[in-house]
């Protein structure tokens, strides 16, 4: 089977730094998405890594190690606004559905 | 602007009734689907297809029913056998790129029994 838990909530203060964790049992994938959802809207893509290592976008960061099994998204210099959920999400090869993780609900307090 | 559409943002079903979710793209894009999104949950998928005339049950199918006569249209019915359908449905389009897939979402629809 595939999975990919998350943790349910973070909570941080404004101008922190604050780091959502994915791990995940799957046989393989292509590689690690991320998705952000504000309450009531749409899920959209914020990043994503094909290969292990950092991947770097304006005050997100997005990491991927396939031998842990394990991926973060990194958020600098937090705003009220980006409290949201956060999901990660992979594709197994071998066809077209995404499978996404339980989401981690993100407050950012002032 | 190219965008996915959905409509209505709010529906409400009545008991034994069938109601049908409206999805549109104007992306050109190949794959589409549908998931449901419970209160405080993920994302479940429910069909996707990948071109028209073509689709494929997801994790939750049961109660659902989908056509896709065009390459922009991804209608989904939830039927009366769908027993617990008060859920936020997404609509989704994408055209994975060796496998850098990303995926569009419409604004969704609210499906509430009354």
């Known amino acids: 089977g595939q999975s990919l838990e998350q943790p349910s909530e973070v909570t941080a203060v404004e101008g922190a730094i604050v780091q959502i964790n994915c791990t995940y049992q799957?046989?393989?994938?292509?590689?690690l998405s991320w998705y952000q959802q504000h309450d009531g809207g749409a899920p959209t893509f914020l990043s994503y890594?094909?290969?292990?290592g950092l991947e770097e976008t304006g005050r997100f960061s997005s990491f991927l190690s396939r031998s842990d099994s394990y991926g973060y998204l990194l958020l600098q210099e937090l705003q009220m606004k980006d409290s949201a959920s956060y999901f990660c999400?992979?594709?197994?090869?071998?066809?077209?559905?995404?499978?996404f993780g339980a989401g981690t609900r993100l407050f950012v307090k002032a | 602007d190219g965008g996915i559409t959905q409509s209505p943002k709010y529906l409400f079903r009545k008991e034994g009734q069938n109601v049908t979710l409206s999805c549109e793209q104007n992306l050109n894009h190949d794959a589409m689907y549908w998931y449901r999104q419970d209160p405080g949950q993920g994302l479940r998928l429910i069909y996707y297809?990948?071109?028209?005339?073509?689709?494929q049950k997801g994790d939750i199918a049961e109660g659902y029913s989908v056509s896709r006569e065009k390459k922009e249209s991804f209608p989904l019915t939830v039927t009366s056998a769908q027993k617990n359908p008060t859920a936020f449905y997404l609509c989704a389009s994408s055209t994975p790129l060796g496998g850098n897939e990303k995926l569009f979402f419409g604004s969704g629809t609210q499906l509430s029994v009354l």
């Open positions: 297809s990948q071109i028209v005339n073509d689709f």
């Open positions: 799957t046989s393989g994938f292509y590689g």
């Open positions: 890594n094909g290969l292990d």
């Open positions: 999400a992979v594709r197994p090869p071998g066809g077209f559905k995404t499978i």
